[in-house]
T-cell receptor
């Protein structure tokens, strides 16, 4: 079975450029999460969706960040304009409802470097 | 103060040793508890859930102390392959799926 798929795996861009990260959750999962991980702050939840609807975006750092989930099998996280402090590993994860202790399955991450 | 706190380590232990990690959480209403494992430059993966009565999975034992608000993970007979970062994770009460993550404890098992 395919796990969570993310693309690109690595992205190097210059300050001010737009960055789009992509995620395909596990088929049948109805929750999708976007995280950012840095050494200093660890894993931080940015936003999560349930059935394609954003539920909690309180972790989105500022207006430069936006996320969409147009259908059950695809989500994007966009940063515009990007800044050097956005450099981090961005993970997408998905999980299934109806489970008492829902496990989150993570994609391999996108390593973003903003110069 | 972070909501979930862990000793960052690193813990350096020889193969075969027993090692224990603790984690404290600040929200007394926290409802579910987990340990995730993250290998270097990889994604986190669920190691085990933590149940109120404590639970064991092979060489791994997890314990929860609600009164003191801490969670522990014990690894017995450690293997080289146990080298990783162990993340303590908490879900608060309420109908939400938000997980709160510790920064992780780094373990290096040496030959």
């Amino acid at each position: 079975d395919a796990g969570v798929i993310q693309s690109p795996r690595h992205e190097v861009t210059e300050m001010g450029q737009e960055v789009t990260l992509r995620c395909k959750p596990i088929s049948g999962h109805d929750y999708l999460f976007w995280y950012r991980q840095t050494m200093m702050r660890g894993l931080e939840l940015l936003i999560y969706f349930n059935n394609n609807v954003p539920i909690d975006d309180s972790g989105m750092p500022e207006d430069r960040f936006s996320a969409k989930m147009p259908n059950a099998s695809f989500s994007t996280l966009k940063i515009q304009p990007s800044e050097p402090r956005d450099s981090a590993v961005y993970f997408c994860a998905s999980s299934l409802s109806g489970v008492a202790r829902p496990q989150q399955f993570f994609g391999p991450g996108t390593r973003l470097t903003v110069l | 103060r972070k909501e979930v706190e862990q000793d960052p380590g690193p813990f350096n232990v020889p193969e075969g040793a027993t090692v224990a990690f603790n984690c404290t959480y600040s929200n007394s209403a926290s409802q579910s508890f987990f340990w995730y494992r993250q290998d270097c430059r990889k994604e986190p993966k669920l190691l085990m859930s933590v149940y109120s009565s404590g639970n064991e999975d092979g060489r791994f034992t997890a314990q929860l102390n609600r009164a003191s608000q801490y969670i522990s993970l014990l690894i017995r007979d450690s293997k080289l392959s146990d080298s990783a970062t162990y993340l303590c994770v908490v879900r608060n009460a309420g109908n939400n799926r938000k997980l709160i993550w510790g920064l992780g404890t780094s373990l290096a098992v040496n030959p």
